[in-house]
């Protein structure tokens, strides 16, 4: 399927999404926990027990940043005005969360997206996505969400011999993280169980790519694959655990880039390089050694212990 000629691309980035209010509570913020495998291994493990339970009298349950995923997901329906494509073909690329303000164990959420990258790639078009989610009663920002989606088959719009390319920030281009050649400052490793995918779907991403066997054949894989969303969940709480030390409010910015599929019931070793108060990332697939994810979070500072 190509893009029919008379799409406009100026149209698209122009266009006003309807703002999207998302209510959340910390059942909501638990159902996440576990379904990027918090206490799966350990039902009373000390270093997250805090984020499903109230554990030593605390007041809220902890809330890993992760979750502002869950947001973004929430809020955008991706219909996109006079873009065609099959949503069975659509790719996540990559992820950028920017957190401003710790999260509440629950609230409601004002949610404003906008186009912030759309290029033409001939037989595909990669478009970004950016969600800025405010407490509602409030009006503080909460955090940003970047999304980059590979549309195969989308592209071919371009009206000139040069292919049509905007970026909202040209000056932060996307390109890959450097993953150092050097020993990793940490490693952790962990399972996934085999109904991953679906504890996870219930946080909102109801694809049937997760779930189906039928659907994820169509879209080229042996049976369905984990979210994206939920693998980068496991490396972003590796990270917390084994280099914030368990404090997820440690956590500015996480930086994703999705290289492969994870079929549930595989182990995700990550492994960890920490430079200043950048960690980068990568997270392989034992039974395959292949590398699924890479990237970075970056820290508001370093654990004492370290």
Not at 70 to 78: E, G, H, K, P
Not at 81 to 103: A, M, N, T, V, W
Not at 244 to 259: E, H, I, S, T, Y
Not at 272 to 284: A, D, E, F, I
């Amino acid at each position: 399927m190509g893009q029919t000629s008379d799409f406009d691309p100026n149209l698209l980035i122009s266009h006003k999404f309807p703002e999207v209010a998302h209510s959340y509570s910390e059942r909501d913020v638990i159902l996440y926990a576990l379904g990027v495998g918090a206490c799966a291994r350990d039902a009373v493990d000390e270093n997250e027990l805090k984020y499903v339970y109230h554990e030593d009298g605390q007041q809220f349950i902890q809330v890993l940043p992760t979750f502002a995923a869950v947001f973004a997901v929430a809020s955008f329906d991706f219909q996109l005005p006079g873009l065609e494509y099959d949503p069975r073909l659509l790719l996540h690329g990559q992820q950028y969360i920017e957190i401003h303000k710790s999260f509440p164990s629950s609230g409601c959420i004002q949610n404003k997206a906008s186009i912030s990258g759309l290029h033409d790639k001939g037989k595909a078009a990669i478009v970004e996505i950016e969600i800025e989610s405010y407490e509602k009663e409030s009006g503080e920002l909460l955090c940003k969400n970047r999304m980059t989606t590979y549309l195969r088959g989308a592209g071919g719009f371009s009206k000139s011999s040069e292919p049509y390319s905007y970026s909202k920030y040209p000056n932060q281009p996307v390109s890959a993280v450097k993953v150092p050649k050097s020993q990793p400052f940490v490693v952790f490793g962990d399972c996934t169980q085999p109904s991953q995918a679906l504890l996870y779907r219930l946080s909102g991403d109801y694809s049937p790519l997760h779930s189906d066997p039928g659907f994820a054949k169509i879209a080229g894989f042996s049976r369905p694959i984990l979210h994206g969303l939920c693998t980068l969940g496991f490396a972003v709480r590796a990270i917390i655990r084994c280099i914030c030390r368990g404090d997820p409010n440690m956590v500015k910015n996480v930086q994703a880039r999705f290289l492969l599929h994870v079929y549930p019931g595989e182990t995700l070793i990550t492994e960890m390089w920490l430079q200043g108060l950048r960690v980068v990332y990568q997270t392989k697939v034992k039974e395959r050694s292949r590398t699924v994810l890479s990237g970075y979070v970056d820290l508001s500072r370093l654990a004492s212990s370290l």
